[in-house]
C-alpha cells in the first residue's frame, strides 16, 4: 500500500512540475509528462486498488501534454494522446475535464481533416457545456465550428457561427478573440463575394486591435493581411488601381509590423503577397523584376529560417514569375526545387510517425503488448528505410511537377510557333519532346498502386481476404490512410475532395464494423499482428 501512495505522489509531483515548467520549456514540460503518463499507464495496466485514479490521472496528464503539443504545432502527436484521453473520459467523474478533453478532440481531428467528426462534436458541446466550466468557452467552440463550416465552404453558416463567437467574446470581455471572430466573418463575406461587407467587419476588427498596445500584434497583421488580399481579389475582377495600391499600402503596414515584432512566418508570408502584387500584369506599376526580387526575399528568408512549407511556396510562385519573364532555365530550376522541398516535407512526416511509434513503444514497453508492438514498429521502421526513395516517388509533387511540365512544354510550342528562325524552332520542339518524355502521369499512378502494394502487402491482404464487399477504391483509401496520409494528401492522390474522402471512410468504418474507439489505421496494424501470430513460425511445439 506503502508503494501506490508513493507512485501517488510522484505522480502528483511530475504533473505540478510539468505545469510550473510549461511556459519557460515546453520540451522539459513533455519529457515530465511522458514520465507520468508512463507511470500512470503501468497502474492502469496492471492490479490496483487504485485503478479509476490513475484513470483519471493518465487522462489529465495526456490532455496536457496534448495542448504543448498543439502549442507547438505538432499535430499528429496531438492527435495520437487527445484520441487516447478520449478513451477514458468515461472513467473521469470530472465533467469540466471530460468536457475540455472532448472539445480538444474535436480541435485534434480539425488538424486531421476529419470535418464531419469534428463538425459533430463541437455542436454537441455547444449545448453542453457544465456550470462548473467558463461559459466564455462557448465562443471557442462556436469559432471551432465556423472554421469547419469555413473549410467545408459553407460560407454562410460559418458567418453566422463567426458572429456567435464574437457575441460571446463581446459578452466576456475578451477583445482579441472577438476580433479573431469579426476577422472569420469578413473572411466569409469575402468568399461570398460581398466585399464591402468584408471590409466593414475587418474594419471592426482593426478598431479592436489598435485600441490597446497590450493587443497581440500577430491578429493585427492578420487582418491587414486580409485586407490586402481582398483588394488584390478585388483588382483581379475590377482591374482597378486603386485596388492594387491598397493592397500594397496594407501589405507594407503588415510587414512594418511583422519586422518589428519579430514574427518572421508572417514576414515572409507578405513579403510573398507583395511579390504577387507586382507580378499582375494589369497593374501600372507592375514590375516583374520588382515581384522577383520580393519573392527571393521571402524565399531567402524561408531558407534562414528553415521555413521548409513557406520555402516551397515561394519557390513555386517564383517559377511562374521566371517563366512570365521568359528565362525558362530558371523557371525549371525553380520547378526543380519546389518539387525537391515537397518530398523533404514528406520525408519528414514520414520520419516523425515512426519517431511517434517509438515513443508508444517506450510506454508500452512494460505491458503484455510489448513484444508485438516492438515486431510492428521494426517492421514499419524497415519499411521507412528500404522503401524511402520508393515512396519518395508517390508524393503529391510528382503528380504537380508533370502539370508544370506539361504547362511548360505548351509555353514552348507556342513560343516555337510564333518564331521565325527555323533552327531554332527546331531546337525548341526537340526541348518540348523532351519535356513531354518527362510527363510520366500513367507511369506515377501505376507506381503509386504497386509501390502500396508493395509496403503493405500484408495487411492489404489480410483487408481484402476479411472484408470482401470493400469496393477497389475503398481497399485504395484504406492503403493509404495506413500508409500514415492525414485526409488532405488521400484526396489529392485520388484526384478528389477531403470531404469525399471523408465519406470514403464513414463508409468504411460502418463495413470494418469499428467503434469509436478504433481507427482504420489501428484495425489494419492488429489485422498484420494477429495474422503473424497464427502463422505456424510464430507457435512453435
Not at 506599376?285 to 515581384?291: I, V
Not at 469496393?471 to 490512410?481: D, M, Y
Request: aromatic share 6%; with cysteine.
Amino acid at each position: 500500500m506503502s508503494t501506490v501512495r508513493t507512485d501517488i505522489e510522484r505522480a502528483g509531483l511530475l504533473l505540478s512540475t510539468a505545469r510550473s515548467v510549461q511556459s519557460d520549456n515546453a520540451h522539459h514540460a513533455i519529457a515530465t509528462l511522458d514520465e507520468a503518463i508512463q507511470l500512470a499507464d503501468h497502474h492502469v495496466r496492471n492490479v490496483t486498488r487504485d485503478k479509476t485514479w490513475w484513470k483519471e490521472f493518465l487522462c489529465t496528464v495526456l490532455y496536457e501534454r496534448a495542448l504543448l503539443h498543439e502549442a507547438q504545432g505538432d499535430h499528429h502527436a496531438m492527435f495520437a494522446d487527445t484520441e487516447a484521453a478520449f478513451t477514458l473520459i468515461s472513467e473521469v467523474q470530472d465533467q469540466a475535464m471530460a468536457f475540455k478533453v472532448r472539445l480538444l478532440y474535436g480541435r485534434s481531428l480539425l488538424s486531421q481533416g476529419a470535418m464531419d467528426e469534428c463538425l459533430e462534436i463541437f455542436t454537441t458541446l455547444w449545448s453542453s457545456v457544465p456550470t462548473n466550466v467558463d461559459q466564455s468557452v462557448r465562443g471557442v467552440i462556436a469559432g471551432n465550428i465556423a472554421t469547419v463550416l469555413f473549410a467545408l465552404k459553407n460560407f454562410d453558416e460559418a458567418r453566422t457561427w463567426f458572429e456567435h463567437a464574437a457575441q460571446v467574446f463581446d459578452d466576456y470581455g475578451i477583445p482579441s478573440k472577438q476580433a479573431h471572430a469579426l476577422r472569420g466573418i469578413g473572411m466569409s463575406y469575402s468568399k461570398m463575394g460581398e466585399y464591402s461587407e468584408a471590409f466593414s467587419w475587418y474594419n471592426r476588427a482593426l478598431e479592436l486591435v489598435t485600441k490597446s498596445n497590450k493587443y497581440p500584434a500577430r491578429e493585427h497583421i492578420s487582418v491587414l493581411e486580409s485586407i490586402g488580399v481582398d483588394h488584390l481579389n478585388l483588382a483581379d475582377i475590377t482591374q482597378k488601381q486603386a485596388h492594387y495600391k491598397t493592397a500594397l499600402k496594407h501589405f507594407h503596414e503588415a510587414l512594418g509590423l511583422a519586422q518589428q515584432y519579430g514574427y518572421v512566418d508572417q514576414e515572409i508570408a507578405i513579403q510573398r503577397n507583395i511579390g504577387l502584387v507586382y507580378a499582375e500584369s494589369a497593374f501600372n506599376g507592375a514590375d516583374k523584376q520588382r515581384a522577383r526580387e520580393q519573392l527571393e526575399l521571402s524565399l531567402q528568408k524561408a531558407q534562414e529560417h528553415n521555413i521548409k512549407l513557406l520555402e516551397s511556396q515561394a519557390f513555386r510562385d517564383l517559377s511562374v514569375i521566371l517563366e512570365d519573364m521568359g528565362d525558362i532555365p530558371a523557371a525549371l530550376a525553380a520547378v526543380r526545387s519546389w518539387h525537391q522541398l515537397e518530398r523533404e516535407l514528406y520525408n519528414e512526416r514520414s520520419a516523425k510517425q515512426v519517431r511517434q511509434l517509438e515513443l508508444r513503444l517506450a510506454t508500452e514497453r512494460a505491458n503484455s503488448e510489448r513484444t508485438r508492438a516492438e515486431q510492428q514498429a521494426e517492421l514499419l521502421s524497415q519499411i521507412v528505410e528500404q522503401q524511402r526513395e520508393q515512396v519518395t516517388s508517390i508524393t503529391m509533387a510528382i503528380g504537380q511537377k508533370n502539370a508544370t511540365l506539361r504547362d511548360v512544354r505548351i509555353r514552348l510550342l507556342a513560343i516555337a510557333e510564333a518564331g521565325s528562325d527555323p533552327a531554332m524552332q527546331k531546337e525548341i520542339r526537340m526541348l518540348a519532346r523532351k519535356l513531354e518524355l518527362a510527363e510520366d502521369s500513367d507511369e506515377y499512378w501505376k507506381g503509386l498502386e504497386s509501390q502500396l502494394t508493395l509496403v503493405h502487402s500484408a495487411a492489404i491482404q489480410a483487408l481484402h481476404s476479411r472484408h470482401p464487399t470493400l469496393t477497389p477504391t475503398e481497399q485504395r483509401v484504406c492503403a493509404l490512410v495506413f500508409h500514415g496520409l492525414s485526409t488532405k494528401d488521400v484526396a489529392r492522390i485520388l484526384g478528389t475532395e477531403a470531404r469525399s474522402v471523408e465519406k470514403y471512410r464513414q463508409r468504411i468504418r460502418k463495413k470494418l464494423e469499428l467503434t469509436l474507439d478504433v481507427n482504420i489505421k489501428d484495425y489494419m496494424t492488429s489485422l498484420v499482428t494477429t495474422q503473424s501470430v497464427n502463422t505456424p513460425e510464430s507457435n512453435p511445439r
